[in-house]
């Protein structure tokens, strides 16, 4: 009954845009650290870039520059704003979170259903 849902992703050509967004919804609580993960075919999953509940954030190396993760508490949304995407960042993306709410008041792990981002010519 907690959900993530993303929206944004699509087929982009090297060099370009896109921007990824994640509404949470549900009888909730808090919403701790939240993020963005992607997993290509073949390879584990990994983190994208991250945001904690004070607003510190991180990103993986090979996205460093390129992306910038924001969250707006009052929406409960995150958002992947990716600029000159390269074809190594072609993959599923999956917006993650950690979140307390009713039905489970300690923090728990959600996962969105994934969106397809394709980076070709």
């Known amino acids: 009954q907690v959900q993530l849902a993303e929206s944004g992703g699509g087929l982009v050509q090297p060099g370009g845009s896109l921007r990824l967004s994640c509404a949470v919804s549900?009888?909730?609580?808090?919403?701790?650290?939240m993020g963005w993960y992607r997993q290509a075919p073949g390879k584990e999953r990994e983190l994208v870039a991250g945001?904690?509940?004070?607003?510190?954030?991180n990103y993986a190396d090979s996205v460093n520059g390129r992306f910038t993760i924001s969250r707006n508490y009052a929406k409960n949304t995150v958002s992947l704003q990716m600029n000159n995407l390269k074809p190594g960042d072609a993959a599923v993306y999956y917006c993650?979170?950690?979140?307390?709410?009713?039905?489970?008041?300690?923090?728990?792990?959600?996962w969105g259903q994934g969106t397809q981002v394709t980076v070709s010519s």
């Open positions: 993650h979170a950690l979140i307390q709410s009713a039905w489970r008041p300690y923090d728990s792990e959600y």
């Open positions: 549900g009888n909730i609580f808090s919403i701790d650290d």
């Open positions: 945001i904690r509940r004070g607003g510190s954030t």
